[in-house]
């Protein structure tokens, strides 16, 4: 395939796979093994979607998936990727899917699940993580992080981004790969941008108000040893099916 | 009914059904049951009497209404619903109607209501809020919070935000609805854009002033697990009927 | 009268009366009996003689006038009447009028006044307004704040929004009116909007720089259970005669 | 001399006299006996010199005067004085000029005036100035307040508000003039808008960049009890003459 | 000379002399004997070079020179004069030139000169600087202070504009001038405002991005007792020659 | 080669080699030996790349290479570092290159570097520079800061300033020379600002969206006692090659 990239270079692209449309569109190299990428974009832009995007084609590809999950009950999570089709539960059945519960613990409720933690806690969160880790094989397991967010709202940005460097540096002493959802709108531009510095990789996420309607795009703003073209790739969001290529706007 | 969604898709619309036209007009598939809706928007735009009318609805449907009132006297309350010509007597009568009074312990006014708390101490709250949901049946309470402006401007905004959390938690268990008054020109965008990011669906809505005076849009935002189209839908306020469609602007 | 109002809608208006020409032009249904309402603008747009005329109408209606001076003495707040050529005395000698005079204390000097109170202690003030308001009939009060603008810089925004929402609450109590002055420029723009949702009524003034000097409009932002129009009305400040038509506009 | 006003009412206009032309072309009535009016804008627009003219004028129709100096020695405030060509010493010998000296303090020199504070300790601060009010008649007396920004720096917001509040108070019950320096851009525009509405009158001056250089104006905000134009009036800054009328503008 | 200033007036210009061609282009009275003068402006333009070039002018006019060196090390400072070809060597034996170090020992580097100390210590740095300015004659002392940037973050905001008053009234005591050079982007713009206020004289500098690059100006914003253009003036930057004329530009 | 500089002056270029292309068209006279250089930008404008390409290009000249690591394992940087094809283990050999380690003491693992420090010890941290520094030949020294951003984070503005402060004094003590890599977007632009100041040059990046995609530029801010040019200059950026001439768009 050719296109023409920023600055008018004519490139010849070979494509890398995450299996998501809108992001495989804007890469030119193949993404090196393992990456931290950070999800970037407003409330409504379809972040957690995307999230369930990435692990369900991680799960495909032989990984082993780790969910920390901040924003709902395990039973949330797993309705979230029941609605796109996916069976889970083979998966969980053979110890390639967890959930770490950060959820129940906040209304005092007794998690079910294997691994659980109180997220106001970030010296036993970021043990419970390396336990975690360490069920999946090394090069070969997929941390999502729902939501980063949440864990600053709860415990502060200054803290919160001492939690994110050392699991982070966790992460990469396993070669994992991991995905962090962040609500760009929440805090300060610059939280968002002190995040960024921190993550391998980022996909901001937009909508643009048209007159009909919302307009969602994405687009690469970073991506470790990768060359990727910057352009805004529009998207549709369906609930089932994840983010599709915008076919009308393209 | 065949509309243009935003980004030229052609839907063909099922509507589903809140009972409120100008929120109906924008949803393509049915709302899932129970789910966390945020009203967001400035002073004079409505919200109230739109928390009014989710509440009428919700009783119409056989589900028991929950009136978490930190604005006004539980009469003032009474007095807005009977505004509206709806009968709030019977449904008192037979326990499907409670207010969980927030207000008089500000005025040191002993309250009348069976279920009344100060707003500050929010363990306390969150206790009377279990209370009071049990007197609904799982899946057949909508709860109204009028309003979570004053609960953060009584108790500060990581507080209320870690109350909400619990909340949502809780009403989540109980497979209860859940409609949260914001009034999001009192805050930081930011706040808006945090709470935006806990709740399931998020409906905003705006005054535009004109050479003619205002006219008022709501837009949904998001809708967890639901198609919705997201352009801005022009709106009438009246005391009595209720938030309208505005015909002469479709 | 017939007029066509935002949104294209003709509205046959009967008019509420307050008395004052730029209010009563906005308002389509009656007032409803005793609000509480807030006038925001920025400084030198006739804010304290709007206030004026409120108390004025108000005791020629036959109701109990309260002014609680914070920004004067009480010779002041008289003299402010007085150059409207309204005659306080006879009022002041039924008993139908008094000042809670919170000025004086500042400069240590003894009120002479009946009701006095330091606005520091909010407290105090809190049971002194109490004592004053029951010296008139329930639903034939008036209060006037001027101005909370002060109380806020002397008692900070948390505090003075805590005991505004007692103020309230008190006043609905006794079915009381209340007019409330506030600079809206003094402020973050959210504490402006935190005080329009807690009063029933808000009424925005504005000056626009013009060529030719300053035009001043105001508008009704809301009013609890009252249909409204939402344009800005042009007006004139005269030092004697209040607000007055600004015809050469309409 | 009749003029077209905002609005396009047409006054005839009757001067109040300040004697300094850039303001009184813009008064209707006459201005009031004493008043407190508030001096704002940017550095480098003439409100020192301006400052100046006021008190030259009080001191020529017999009021005495009373400069606190919290900017310079008072050598300095002489040599500004001088710079006018007004003879200050007479009005010295006769007991009709003060300087009270919060600047020397600073630099731990011993004052030669006869009153004199540190300007941080706000509590003597106005003890010193009750005591130098009292050397003028009642009615008869302008102080000048150069500066309050240098009062706000030292003491910060709340204080200095505090103190300007008694200081005003007592300036009113001695019925004494007082003019009071404000540097706008020093500060967030809520400190300004907060003194604004503390003071009678406020006179804003602003500087307009132009391909040829800054354009000076002024205009009167408001002005208690007073009609006045309000519009903005330019002028030209003369180190000697004052701030004079720029013709060539009108 | 003769120019047409700001608002039309035609001026017949007797130059004062700097020596600095970019601003005695704007000078139309003589300065008078000893000001403060601040220069504000961004990064990177010029402000340095400016500051040596009043030095050296008042070296070459027989005055004695004090350089408060927050920035850089002596030796920095002697080469930043070197590059000029000013041959400084003859004046520092004579005691026309010393530097202050301020910087030495905020590595612990003990330092060679006569007059050192940590400028954390306000209260001893103010001692420091009343020791080296006896060394000049009342009148011919120009001291250049290197900078109040680092001084503010050093000692913050409010207690080193306090030092910054105190320095300028013992400047003023024995006659002296003073440079003193500030980053204004590097603080809240109130900052620059509030420094304006304190010195006596402003110059302005300022880079306009061009399509072929930088483009930079000075203004004069005020100076006490003299009447000034108020027009921005462009200049290039000479790391040798100094600030410039842009004949290109005038 | 004949450029026609910002201002329109003819300029005869004799270019200084950093051997980065698209910063050498920028310079005019050559870079004075050893700078303190920062590099400004926001996330995803190639600023670690740069990094590495002054670094290699120092090695390169014979220059000893210190890596102060807080955003990466020491194999990251080696791995970044080999991603450009350059050898780097004959210079690890011969005591030519060192990274000092201050990120493994974050995830709590043993560094295997030589030198290793937490960064949160500030003075440790600065006591280990100085041992790294000694390393090399005064004058031959280049040390790259990856990053001043995460310092910030990890010890706060204030205290991080006070520690750039100190840090650019012992390699100016040292002759050495210094990239700086900072987010400028992660902060207030104060903070950026008052880090210019600091440095002795400054290089700019941006990322500038255009339809086709993000077109970077970047520009000299400042460059102590050196003539350059001031416009921006655009580049591409290859995860291998660095940062290259955008030919297309000279």
């Known amino acids: 395939m050719t296109l023409v990239g920023g600055g008018g270079v004519i490139l010849h692209i070979e494509k890398g796979r ?3 449309a809108p992001i495989d569109d804007l890469l030119i190299d193949e993404l090196p093994s393992p990456l931290t990428i950070g999800i970037f974009g407003p409330p409504g832009t379809g972040k957690t979607i995307l999230c369930r995007q990435f ?4 799960l495909r590809n032989g990984q082993t998936g780790v969910y920390i999950a901040l924003d709902d009950f395990p039973e949330g999570v797993r309705e979230l990727i029941a ?9 969980e059945r053979k110890g390639r899917f967890f959930i770490l ?5 906040q209304v005092g409720r007794r998690s079910s699940e294997k691994y659980f933690e109180d997220p106001r806690n970030l010296s036993n969160l970021s043990i419970a993580v390396s336990g975690v880790l360490q069920q999946g094989k090394p090069g070969a ?3 999502i992080l729902d939501s980063l967010t949440t864990l600053i709202q709860k415990c502060g940005v200054t803290e919160s981004l001492g939690f994110l460097h050392i699991l982070i540096a966790k992460i990469r002493s396993q070669r994992a790969g991991c ?3 962040f609500n760009s709108a929440a805090f300060n531009p610059a939280v968002a941008a002190a995040v960024q510095d921190i993550v391998d ?4 996420t937009k909508a643009e108000e048209t007159p009909v309607g919302v307009n969602y795009c994405l687009r690469i703003l970073k991506m470790r040893g990768t060359r990727h073209l910057t352009t805004w790739n529009p998207y ?3 609930p089932k099916l994840g983010l599709l290529k915008n076919w009308l706007r393209v």
């Open 18 to 20: 995450t299996g998501i």
């Open 141 to 143: 397991v997929m941390v």
């Open 83 to 91: 609605r796109s089709g996916f069976e889970l539960e083979a998966f």
């Open 101 to 105: 519960d950060c959820y129940s613990s």
């Open 179 to 181: 995905i962090i959802k």
């Open 55 to 58: 692990l369900c084609e991680a």
């Open 201 to 204: 990789g980022v996909i901001e």
């Open 236 to 238: 549709i969001i369906d």
